[in-house]
């Protein structure tokens, strides 16, 4: 579950048996609190449950007191298959990864990577290549984890950032685009303005018209996924009709009509609210449901455009 | 740094934006929501300040109008309180933020010389050089203090007893006030304690970058008035600015001062007052036998750090309530002066635009004086619309008193 | 302090403004305590009555009433009480120079308008201010869409790409134009209040008399974001009219809406003429209730408590969005008087998994009777002098119906109207 805002700056971890609700991690100006863990059938399975939410704050509760008062953004869940010889299920099953040469098996060069996580997908590269290159005869050493992806942006580069982006947004835009910080540049530089679309999350209309403009990019949802659009605090009120506006007037398409993306774009978002719906986040939502539906009339356009 | 106020609160609605008036006045200002709860979720990282923060006035009005309880102006403030951890203030915001130091050192020298040195003309353009704006009204010093005036009052022997915190203002500019303050209270039953003990409320202190010796303050007063407080006497204020120090900002600044010595909230004094009429201890009853006093028209100013108190305006009320007065309620938002903004050089010009319905108002309103709680807004309304101004308690002395 | 007031009003949106006009037209004294500034800071300028019922397009919202389900407010108020609210608001913004008007069909017979929104959009509204040429909405052929550089929230080309999208609209000519911003760059994004308040004065309006003077007589109807002034004022609207030769339609916006201001304006200003006092920055806490009254209401002020008493009371508190009604995991409940409000413990069955669905929560409140007053269970009145009115009333969604205004409107004035008799009547106990 994600928390509105940062309240440590420190990745805090409980120790306990491997468990549900192990850790509060700070990500940018949010918290997430996770994990729940229940076992499914269905690789499309990721609906949150109130009562995973609930779960997770009792436990979150000894390590800070105060986390019930902490405003709820949303919920998420994703699934993920477990390698389980022999069987072991739920919490046993083991959350490591697994690199598996199945000449094992009789079957002569292949290679399997099963599990693992994100955090660990460079380190799951490295092992499966050296089991590889060990088949292949090559004994040069990795230098995998010597090597940055993505090059720290220099302070030069920050210094010509710093007059078209909002101060407060630069280096986390700087994190998060990569090797597309130069294009975003250019692309600040070359507009009249560079006005931010989402304000919850600094995103300015640079870095979503590049996004935007690339050929993968086909919905709010994809720009979401590259830049944080709509993961704030409002989880998508005023920026949806931003970045639909903004990509309307230079002509940039995405696969649906604006209307349909940002029907789309809303609903995803409302995926991870519901679990959660009380608080703060409930009249954030009641504001959203007043500006799309009350005064947009999103809802009747669905039925009443192209008819 | 105390503990932060986490933004939680902030559903991004914009209300607070519609009605800062410093937003309104000049888009150099990034507005409350983007400088208060927007920006705190990313300072909580410990990123770089937006350059714009100054221009937060502190007036309040994002406060007041916020509908969901965000402290806006106090999570501004604290972020200019860091700010000025590696942007040292300058020597202009020492001296807006020690008003009352500076008429300690000062003391000394006659009101008269003091007057002539700090609003001639010459001393005005070194002012201005410094950054205190030469157009700006600057108030000229009392020839004595409120308090140094006080030890020569006498008081009837009454039983009960109030302490009367009087501000900087009326301290050192003002006295006249004060003593209307007394001379009402008395009036009311009660003997009027002003205690030696007492400083500035650190708001000035706050608003220019001296935190440290705001907490200083307030642990003084917390202390000093702790000792009333918990003898069970009322403390009340003129100023709203200071009232609300003492209620909302002191507590959310420094929680573990409040926590120690008890947080004490000062009563609004024209409060106070109307409950006394209430409760039949003050007669509004015209004394002595000139009955026939002209009818006085008014025009009353509500101070914004006195809308933020939730308890409506006590004193409009109570202007109301006297024989041959009508008041007409300015309903102007803010004067634009926020206590030291409005006299800061690149501040002075936002502060007259802010203001200019209000002096509108006040010129076009036919009155025959201006009325509010807040001195600097005084200091202001007079500036801006040439109308004489007054605190409400004076007008209940002009009113009512024997001549 | 022994003050007493003949209604206490909590809320200062649409319904709690109402309300106390109502009272305060009765002859009341009137308090009202508010949190923030109210809904109408930052919601639009017209009023929705009635835009959808049973899930279909309301073009006539009279005849769709009978649509409703029963205890839907404007149901349980019957239509001739909804029509004496709306008469009542009209009159009183006739008074104060600002006219709202339903359009009219061709038979004569009031209709809702179809508005265009800056999503290019279009949204059943219902009364409209008489700046508001709704005939040329429907009768323009040429059509330009004007913004101003700088205004994030509205790009002309997303307005005229989804607005052609409308049968009713597509076979108009589109024209789009971009005015220069009068602020240049800034620091602080402009809205489009930022423009409404340079239109409000006769001199730093130029611009914009200056920017549409080109355009004149070339179109049958000019769209522009609302940004034709911030208050109830009929001479800006007849100067931009002017300049620009031909019927001017500001969209519909996201907050700052700037339509509402200007209603917030012109009801504050006909509030003042009675005796009335606002108090800002409280919030209440709870109620005090003796036997079947309820005598005073205890706000948080400054930190610390206060106590307002009474003789009547009308809660008009802005449901989720306002405050007025507290969600917690497995509860529901109203802030002022704690009247509890059935929900089911698992909050996923508060939501539908639709986001446009009819969802539980759009439609939870306080249970009310034709007085507006709070029923419990078994439809007992709960206390004699207690109302409630607007969105922290069950039985209706304003997102979906596009009813909004008109329930605060209508469930306002008769809670107002009720609050002032049963404050006559406390008087004479």
């Known amino acids: 579950m994600v928390f509105n805002h940062r309240f440590t700056s420190r990745v805090v971890n409980r120790l306990h048996p491997g468990s549900d609700g192990d850790i509060f991690v700070p990500h940018g100006s949010i918290t997430i609190l996770g994990t729940t863990s229940m076992p499914t059938d269905r690789p499309d399975d990721t609906t949150p449950t109130s009562e995973e939410v609930l779960r997770l704050l009792k436990i979150g509760e000894p390590l800070f007191p105060r986390v019930k008062e902490y405003r709820i953004l949303r919920a998420f869940a994703g699934t993920r298959p477990l390698y389980t010889p022999g069987n072991a299920a739920g919490r046993k099953a083991s959350r490591n990864f697994h690199v598996m040469d199945h000449a094992e098996q009789g079957l002569d060069g292949m290679v399997s990577i099963f599990g693992g996580k994100l955090t660990t997908y460079r380190l799951m590269g490295e092992r499966t290549t050296d089991k590889v290159c060990a088949k292949l005869g090559v004994t040069a050493p990795c230098r995998t984890a010597q090597e940055a992806i993505v090059p720290d942006p220099d302070e030069a580069t920050l210094s010509r950032a710093a007059k078209y982006f909002p101060v407060q947004g630069i280096k986390l835009m700087a994190d998060r685009m990569g090797d597309d910080l130069t294009p975003v540049l250019e692309h600040a530089e070359k507009a009249d303005s560079n006005p931010l679309l989402c304000e919850c999350e600094m995103v300015s209309l640079a870095e979503i018209a590049c996004v935007a403009n690339d050929p993968s990019t086909h919905s709010l949802t994809d720009i979401r996924l590259r830049t944080r659009l709509g993961m704030g605090t409002c989880q998508g009120t005023f920026c949806s009709l931003r970045t639909v506006a903004a990509l309307s007037e230079h002509g940039v398409s995405l696969e649906f009509s604006a209307t349909d993306n940002v029907r789309r774009f809303l609903q995803e978002r409302w995926g991870g609210l519901r679990p959660a719906l009380w608080g703060m986040q409930a009249r954030e939502m009641e504001l959203g449901r007043a500006v799309y539906a009350g005064t947009l009339n999103l809802d009747g356009a669905a039925h009443e455009q192209d008819c | 740094m105390s503990v932060r106020i986490n933004p939680d609160k902030c559903i991004a609605c914009t209300t607070c934006v519609v009605h800062c008036p410093v937003a309104e006045a000049t888009p150099k200002f990034l507005g409350p929501r983007m400088i208060g709860p927007a920006y705190e979720r990313f300072r909580l990282l410990g990123l770089t300040e937006d350059p714009s923060l100054h221009y937060c006035a502190n007036c309040k009005n994002c406060d007041i109008s916020c509908p969901h309880g965000v402290p806006v102006s106090s999570l501004n403030m604290m972020a200019r309180a860091d700010q000025f951890k590696t942007h040292s203030p300058g020597l202009r915001d020492w001296v807006l933020g020690h008003g009352e130091l500076m008429a300690k050192w000062l003391r000394l020298i006659p009101a008269a010389l003091k007057n002539f040195g700090m609003l001639n003309p010459v001393t005005r353009s070194v002012l201005d050089a410094l950054g205190i704006d030469k157009r700006a009204p600057l108030p000229a010093f009392a020839p004595q203090t409120f308090r140094q005036l006080m030890r020569h009052v006498h008081q009837p022997d009454h039983k009960r007893s109030v302490i009367f915190y009087p501000g900087c203002y009326v301290d050192v500019y003002d006295p006249r006030t004060g003593l209307d303050m007394v001379w009402a209270i008395n009036r009311a039953g009660y003997k009027v304690i002003v205690p030696d003990e007492l400083v500035c409320c650190g708001l000035p202190m706050v608003a220019n970058g001296f935190w440290q010796h705001a907490r200083a303050n307030a642990e003084h007063n917390l202390k000093a008035l702790g000792q009333w407080r918990d003898a069970g006497l009322p403390v009340v204020t003129g100023c709203p600015s200071c009232a609300l120090m003492f209620r909302v900002d002191l507590p959310e600044y420094f929680p573990d001062v409040a926590e120690k010595y008890g947080a004490c909230s000062l009563a609004d004094a024209q409060e106070f007052l109307l409950d006394a009429v209430d409760s039949g201890d003050l007669s509004l009853a015209v004394d002595g036998k000139h009955t026939n006093l002209p009818d006085l028209k008014l025009i009353y100013h509500a101070p914004c750090h006195l809308r933020a108190q939730g308890n409506g305006l006590p004193g409009l009320e109570l202007l109301r309530r006297l024989d041959g007065v009508t008041v007409e309620n300015a309903d102007a938002s803010c004067c634009g002066i926020s206590g030291s903004y409005g006299f800061k050089k690149e501040k002075y010009d936002i502060a007259q635009t802010v203001g200019a319905e209000l002096f509108a108002k006040v010129r076009e309103s036919g009155a025959q004086a201006a009325v509010s709680e807040c001195g600097t807004c005084r200091v202001q309304i007079t500036h801006g619309s040439g109308k004489f101004s007054l605190h409400p308690v004076s007008i209940l002395r002009q009113r009512l008193e024997a001549r | ?429």
């Open chain 3, 1 to 429: 302090m022994s003050r007493i007031v003949d209604v206490l009003v909590v809320g200062s949106g649409m319904a709690g403004l109402m309300a106390a006009l109502t009272a305060a037209e009765q002859g009341r004294s009137v308090q009202l305590l508010t949190t923030g500034m109210g809904s109408l800071a930052i919601s639009g300028g017209s009023v929705d009555f009635l835009g959808y019922a049973d899930g279909r397009l309301a073009a006539d919202p009279w005849q769709s009433l009978a649509l409703l389900p029963e205890d839907h407010p404007y149901r349980l108020l019957g239509t001739e009480s909804v029509r004496s609210a709306f008469q009542f608001f009209a009159d009183v913004m006739e008074r104060q120079h600002w006219p709202m008007h339903p359009a009219l069909a061709q038979s004569g017979a009031p209709r809702n308008t179809q508005l265009p929104t800056i999503m290019g959009t279009l949204k059943p509204s219902y009364l409209l201010p008489a700046s508001l040429d709704a005939q040329a909405l429907t009768s323009a052929k040429r059509v330009l869409v004007l913004s101003v550089q700088g205004l994030r929230d509205c790009r002309t080309a997303l307005v005229v790409s989804q607005l052609k999208r409308y049968k009713s609209w597509a076979d108009r000519e589109f024209s789009q134009g971009l005015l220069p911003s009068p602020f240049g760059e800034t620091h602080r994004a402009i809205t489009a209040l930022d423009l409404a308040r340079l239109a409000d004065k006769p001199q730093s309006r130029q611009w914009l008399l200056d920017a549409l003077a080109p355009h004149a007589g070339k179109y049958d109807l000019i769209l522009i974001p609302p940004l034709c002034g911030s208050k109830a004022n009929p001479e800006t609207w007849q100067a931009i009219n002017a300049a620009a030769g031909c019927p001017v339609v500001e969209m519909l916006s996201i907050p700052p809406g700037v339509g509402g201001l200007r209603l917030r304006d012109a009801l504050l200003h006909a509030l003042h003429k009675h005796n009335f006092e606002m108090v800002e920055n409280t919030t209440v806490l709870r109620a005090e209730i003796s036997g079947k009254s309820c005598t005073a209401l205890v706000a948080e002020a400054s930190g610390q408590l206060r106590r307002h008493a009474a003789r009547a009371f009308v809660a008009a508190t802005g449901g989720i969005l306002g405050g007025g009604m507290t969600l917690e995991p497995g509860k529901c409940w109203d802030s002022v008087f704690g009247i509890d409000i059935t929900v089911p413990q698992d909050v996923a069955q508060w939501s539908e998994p639709e986001i446009f669905g009819s969802h539980l929560f759009s439609h939870m409140g306080v249970g009310v009777d034709r007085e507006m007053r709070p029923v419990d269970a078994a439809a007992a009145v709960r206390w004699q002098n207690v109302f409630f009115a607007g969105r922290s009333l069950g039985g209706y969604d304003y997102a979906t119906e596009k009813s909004g205004h008109g329930v605060a409107i209508a469930t306002g004035w008769q809670a107002g109207r009720m609050a002032a008799a049963a404050a006559g009547a406390g008087e004479n106990q």
